[in-house]
């Protein structure tokens, strides 16, 4: 079983769960919020706390598209070879995704996990397929290995940001199989 | 099915060595299973059963365990998904019985194969029972016998030893992928056979692990050790978590590690990076029985651990596992030092500079540890000791808002775990909360958000009472709610006299939520007070829920007044209508005068009426159904209230009502199934009028009809809803056309709910599929009329179809869906995008 994968022992990253909001940094004295981490005043009266949550949700104002909810479309998406999140194993990662929403712009960077891992134009084509499917089609996306970490770098980036591949790559049956399996584990959560 | 059965007899009963082979012959041959039933099966038997069936025979006989061996572990390499975890299931039950002869010999091939499953596990459900399988291939070669004194794992007899030398390998690099399967293959080893394994394993798994720890070499690496570390600390607290078996007895960790091994996790719990795991692993040492003594080190530990717990910037992890590990110190530790030194770190009483940021987190960690008996005590002395210290300004009573808060919170996780002991500690807190706002700060009782807070925690309390205990208590609530009589329920020998809340006009009327609070939970049982010392003239419940109504329409009133007076009268209706027959006379006497015409007391009127409906219809009393009647004859008499008939009978059909009719909450009558009655009686009436108000084209009479409807069907039973689907569903996809847009989020959300729960309901939906998904569509890519409550529920339905209608019809509409979703992908609302974005990929898989 070895011998088939180009990298059998990976490192495994710790994922970090977004650290959210400090419950005991409330301004307002009369929040009792930070006893319901599991909801359990809100059970007292959940219809109260329902009208609540919906009212807050009508008025929230327009949230612009940011790196955070690029890398949550991105996270889960399976590694080729492995059971393993592409967050896990650190190919993807916030800090190397840009997102300017005002000049419909995004470009993501990635990272694999060995220099010469022959998978990075199949991971690169998964991310690509991923924000094809679910970002707005305004949006100007850059795919690209990080600068250094992969010997055939220009050859991969190039493939990746060639609309004519990456349309010739989608008619193949067998390769939209394979993406298809990597996508599967990124919605449905 | 049967020959099964008669198999496992036979092997069972019977010496059938002589006949072994035979008998390997008929039963083998059927392994594994790979039935499917057929559609409509007439016997119902599954794969499962079949599986189950055969396992039993397999494992019946240990003659069979020369051939068998070979075999399963064959199938085990050539299958895969459910009939490999099936092989699995079978190894594991079959070893035990095959016993330790046959198993050692064939020891090393089970291993490689069971291994394999572990190391390069691809799903972790197959992993799980692999893992199974080995504790029972160890524990069959491995029996519990006498501690061993070996220390170095390499120097263990038989299988073991290879495993260990195929893990150690593996955790050289820890932070590989490979070492965590090797941890988990450890741990179960060490599980499986404490008294052989643990010793040997434990040391020479944590030994090397700690060096490397001292000395990485690399800095991914100490995370990953901790939590190899933590893993086979659990292992051990697994096995000696409580004193069945003995920690000092098998000593699997000598002093020289355990002084390694506590030295490094203490000082590392210091280091903040690596505190989460370190935490963790440390935790897991308190709940080995035996590891530490608590008598002599309790004290340090749970002084260690309180810095955590009382630090609001500590990572919430953290902190729960600081508190996992203090509930580990023991009763006697946490009422002397641990709650004592919580009690003291929040302040007497509060000003514009105190940093509410420790408070709360204190007070978040006390409602984990201060659940039980005397902790309890403790911690209700210390809510009523600041209760009697603090001033009346805005922020102080939001101190005493979450205190109160905190103690509710704790009373109702007392309540959950059944605790007996809730009255026996709260009955002084009782008065001393009827003290603080009547005598200490009268002027707190006009702060909506305390008095909502104090209500729900008297309302917890007394539902905690006994009958004799609420009798007493319903005597002075009745004593002070009418004649303004106190002193009874301020438990003070003076008398205290004020104007009774309930008299007209009077300046105590904002104590009314807090003494109805009180009513609510009394059990029918317990006599309701009336006459007996009555100064006033009300001789009968009729009477006082006559003024009671009277009262809360008088335009002094306040919402939460009205509001308490609305659950008070829903729960009094509930549990004693027999004797409030005087009252509804009243009620139904007022009724013409009251919907003839709009104004604010008239609309209080039919918000008690909604009410009183509720109450009634809880135990099925017809009451109910008359009310209800009657408001649909409001629509067919355009009523000024008309429009508000739909959205009351929702509200009456609703589940919810704030527990004030709630059988365990507040001691209701609910007989069972009378949400089914109310449907079978009330609904057929809506359908039969609304369908002759649209013959008749009557447009805005049927369309409240329709809107009654709809807010009905969203409160059916669901076994209801699912027999009458034919009948509704049209109605359903009709009402997403009524320019309302809650009212088409909560049908969307029907719909939604009763796809998921029936699939046979695909088929209705599959002929309404073209209307339904052009409104869909609509709805969800029109960011500047539907709400963002609408647009998520009417993706979320879209998600759903790709699961539940036939592939040959989705194919009809995805390219139209997924064409139009592009637009939902850019809403503004983030929660939107991820919906359209999980809906459009959904469809895409089609």
Redesign the interface.
């Known amino acids: 079983?070895d011998a088939e994968k180009i990298n059998a022992?990976?490192?495994?990253?710790?994922t970090v769960e977004e650290?959210?909001r400090?419950?005991?940094?409330?301004s307002d004295?009369?929040s009792?919020d930070?006893?319901?981490?599991d909801a359990?005043?809100g059970d007292?009266?959940?219809?109260y706390a329902n009208a609540n949550a919906?009212a807050t949700?009508?008025k929230?104002p327009?949230?612009a598209?940011d790196a955070d909810?690029l890398f949550?479309?991105l996270k889960d998406i399976n590694d080729p070879e492995?059971?393993?999140t592409l967050e896990q194993l650190a190919v993807v990662s916030k800090a190397q995704i840009t997102v300017d929403d005002e000049q419909n712009e995004a470009t993501i960077l990635f990272t694999p996990t060995i220099p010469h891992c022959s998978m990075s134009t199949l991971i690169g084509l998964c991310l690509r397929v991923r924000l094809i499917?679910?970002?707005?089609?305004?949006f100007k996306v850059d795919v690209r290995v990080r600068e250094g970490t992969h010997m055939q770098e220009a050859a991969i980036n190039k493939q990746l940001n060639d609309k004519e591949r990456v349309a010739a790559a989608l008619e193949n049956g067998h390769l939209i199989d394979v993406v298809?399996q990597c996508?599967?584990t990124?919605?449905?959560r | 099915m049967l020959i099964f059965g008669m198999n496992t007899v036979i092997l069972i009963e019977f010496d059938t060595m002589s006949h072994s082979e035979s008998l390997f012959d008929v039963i083998f041959c059927y392994f594994p299973i790979t039935f499917k039933p057929p559609p409509d099966d007439p016997y119902g038997i599954s794969t499962d059963d079949l599986r189950f069936a055969l396992r039993q025979n397999i494992c019946s006989s240990p003659h069979f365990a020369q051939q068998a061996i070979p075999l399963l572990i064959d199938k085990l390499t050539a299958t895969s998904g459910p009939v490999k975890r099936d092989t699995l299931l079978t190894i594991t039950h079959a070893l035990p019985v095959y016993g330790f002869g046959h198993v050692s010999q064939k020891s090393r091939s089970l291993w490689d194969a069971i291994s394999?499953e572990i190391l390069?596990?691809?799903?972790t459900h197959t992993e799980n029972v692999a893992l199974d399988s080995l504790q029972s291939l160890i524990t069959t070669l491995y029996p519990d016998t006498h501690p061993t004194e070996l220390l170095n794992a390499t120097e263990l007899p038989g299988i073991a030893n290879l495993i260990f030398d195929v893990c150690h390998d593996a955790i050289k690099?820890p932070?590989?992928?490979?070492s965590?399967p090797a941890i988990k293959i450890l741990a179960t080893l060490i599980q499986s056979s404490p008294a052989t394994l643990a010793r040997p394993l434990t040391h020479s798994t944590l030994i090397p692990l700690l060096e490397l720890f001292a000395v990485p070499a690399d800095p991914?690496q100490p995370?990953?050790i901790l939590n190899h570390i933590h893993a086979i600390l659990v292992a051990l607290s697994k096995v000696y978590a409580d004193q069945g078996r003995s920690f000092l007895h098998d000593n699997p960790i000598n002093p020289s590690l355990k002084e390694q091994l506590n030295n490094t996790l203490t000082s590392t719990i210091n280091n903040k990076p690596l505190r989460s795991p370190a935490l963790a692993a440390f935790t897991q040492t308190l709940h080995i029985h035996g590891y530490w003594d608590f008598n002599v080190d309790g004290v340090q530990i749970a002084n260690i651990l309180i810095d955590f717990v009382k630090d609001?910037?500590q990572?919430?992890h953290v902190r729960l596992v600081a508190i996992e590990g203090l509930l580990c110190l023991g009763q006697d530790i946490l009422h002397n030092i641990v709650l004592p030194s919580l009690l003291t770190s929040i302040p007497t009483s509060?000003d514009s500079s105190t940093d509410?940021?420790?408070i709360?987190?204190i007070?978040?960690s006390i409602?984990a540890l201060a659940v039980d008996g005397a902790l309890f005590e403790d911690f209700v002395l210390g809510v009523e000791a600041k209760m009697n210290q603090v001033s009346g300004d805005s922020?102080n009573l939001?101190?005493v808002?979450?205190l109160l808060?905190?103690l509710?919170?704790i009373i109702?996780?007392k309540a959950a775990k059944k605790h007996q002991d809730i009255s026996q500690y709260t009955c002084s807190i009782l008065s001393k909360l009827f003290v603080f706002f009547v005598i200490a700060h009268p002027g707190s009782v006009n702060e909506t958000?305390l008095v909502e807070?104090a209500s729900?925690l008297i309302q917890a309390i007394v539902r905690s009472f006994d009958v004799s205990q609420q009798q007493i208590l319903a005597r002075h609530v009745m004593n002070a709610l009418i004649n303004g009589y106190w002193q009874g329920l301020l438990g003070t020998e003076d008398d205290i006299i004020h104007q009774p809340p309930l008299s007209t006009n009077s300046t105590h009327r904002a104590f009314f939520p807090l003494l109805a609070s009180a009513l609510i939970p009394i059990k029918r049982e317990v006599n309701l007070p009336l006459a007996s010392e009555s100064v006033s003239e009300l001789q009968s419940l009729s009477e006082f829920a006559t003024t009671l109504t009277r009262w809360s329409m008088q335009s002094a009133s306040t919402p939460t007044q009205q509001i308490a007076s609305q659950h008070l009268l829903a729960n009094l209706t509930n549990k004693r209508i027999e004797s409030l027959s005087e009252y509804t006379t009243h009620l139904l006497g007022e009724w013409p005068e009251r919907t003839s015409a709009e104004s604010s007391a008239n609309s209080i009127f039919l918000i008690i009426i909604q009410w009183i409906a509720k109450g009634a219809l809880c135990r099925n009393h017809a009451l109910g159904v008359e009310f209800v009647t009657k408001l649909l004859d409001l629509i067919t008499s355009h009523s000024v209230y008309a429009d508000r008939v739909a959205g009351v009978i929702g509200a009456i059909a609703d589940d919810?009502n704030?527990?004030v009719l709630d059988r365990k909450r507040s001691n209701g009558v609910s007989s069972l199934l009378h949400k089914q009655r109310f449907f079978d009686v009330i609904f057929p009436v809506v359908v039969e009028r609304y369908e002759s108000a649209a013959s008749r084209s009557e447009d805005t009479t049927s369309a409240k009809y329709l809107a009654t409807l709809a807010h009905l069907i969203q409160h059916m039973p669901k076994s209801l809803a699912l027999a009458k689907l034919p009948q509704i569903f049209p109605i359903l996809l009709i009402a997403l056309s009524l320019n309302d847009a809650a009212l088409r989020s909560s049908v969307i959300e029907t719909i939604t709910v009763l796809i998921l729960t029936e699939e046979t309901i695909a088929h209705t939906v599959q002929q309404h599929m073209s209307s339904l998904i052009t409104s869909l569509l609509s709805f969800s890519t029109d960011s500047e009329r539907s709400?963002?409550?609408l647009r998520v529920s009417a993706l979320k339905l879209l998600g759903v179809f790709p699961r539940v209608i036939r592939k040959d019809i989705l194919e009809q509409f995805k390219l139209q869906i997924v064409r139009q979703l592009?637009v939902a992908?850019?809403d503004?609302?983030?929660?939107v995008?991820?919906e359209a974005?999980?809906a459009?990929?959904?469809w895409?898989?089609v």
């Open positions: 079983m022992n990976p490192i495994i990253h710790q650290s959210e400090n419950v005991y940094s409330d004295p009369w009792t930070f006893l319901a981490p359990q005043v007292i009266n959940p219809d919906n949700l009508e929230t327009a949230q598209i909810e949550h479309l492995h059971p393993l499917r679910s970002l707005p089609p305004r298809q996508l599967s990124a919605t449905g | 394999i390069y596990s691809t799903d690099q932070e590989k992928s490979k965590t991914t995370p990953p609001p910037n990572d919430p509060v509410w940021k420790p709360r987190a007070l978040a409602t922020l939001a101190y808002n979450i808060s905190t509710l919170v109702e996780e958000r807070t729900r919810s704030d527990g709400s963002v409550r592009v992908l850019d503004p609302i983030k929660l995008r991820k974005v999980d459009r990929e959904f895409l898989q």
